[in-house]
């Protein structure tokens, strides 16, 4: 079945950067796009951007550009989502999500459990 | 801040028929997702493509849309049904996608 298994907690300083990992398990990893959504404490889903994970071509919010980069490996079917500069605003969780096969750009059926980012001096 | 706006909260009595609504003028031109969340969870999609029910989604959910407002009824609300729902459609570039601030849903 699909599964997106993300990696564990960090916490990290004001001003480092924080690269987070979603493993992509049960489709064809080329076939979907991924997204990055994060979420803040007692706030609301923030959309981050997308990956295409066949071609590598990216598109990001503009709230992020220049701050976050999103790659991927295909050898090892995993998304990355890298924030830098990190500020006490970034502490949210941080999640994975693919665009559905039934839907389309907006629509994503499956979610990783979530990444914490602490930032905290 | 958003492209799309919520009401913060609403309330149903247990059994009735409620309504959260999306407003935003790219709903005139890309449809609406819906999606539920509870507390330490992850989002889950209710809705897509404005009207559809994902597999496994009780089909006392239902999603409409005009003009500007998309809207996700919930007919016959259950217990279980209280979570917040956010929604979501690209933004006027078409480009990019934004979230609602989200409704959060009590079952009385």
């Known amino acids: 079945q699909v599964q997106l298994v993300q990696s564990g907690a960090e916490v990290k300083k004001p001003g480092a950067s924080v690269k987070v990992s979603c493993e992509a398990f049960g489709y064809t990893f080329t076939s979907y796009q991924m997204h990055w959504v994060r979420q803040a404490p007692g706030q609301g889903p923030e959309w981050m951007g997308t990956i295409n994970p066949s071609g590598g071509s990216t598109r990001y919010a503009q709230k992020f550009q220049g701050r976050v980069t999103m790659t991927r490996d295909r050898s090892t079917r995993t998304v990355y989502m890298e924030l830098s500069s990190l500020r006490s605003e970034d502490t949210a969780v941080y999640y994975c999500a693919r665009t559905a096969s039934f839907g389309g750009f907006g629509d994503l059926d499956y979610w990783g459990q979530g990444t914490l980012v602490t930032v905290s001096p | 801040s958003s492209e799309v706006t919520q009401d913060p909260a609403v309330s149903v009595a247990l059994g009735q028929t409620v309504r959260i609504t999306c407003q935003g003028d790219?709903?005139?031109?890309?449809?609406a997702s819906w999606y539920q969340q509870k507390p330490g969870q992850a989002p889950v999609l209710v809705i897509y493509g404005e009207t559809n029910r994902p597999s496994g989604i009780p089909d006392r959910f239902s999603g409409s849309s005009s003009g500007s407002t998309a809207s996700l009824t919930i007919t016959g609300a259950q217990a279980e049904d209280e979570a917040d729902y956010y929604c979501?459609?690209?933004?006027?570039?078409?480009?990019?996608?934004?979230f609602g601030g989200g409704t959060k849903l009590t079952v009385l």
């Open positions: 790219s709903l005139r031109s890309y449809y």
């Open positions: 979501t459609s690209r933004d006027s570039s078409g480009y990019h996608l934004v």
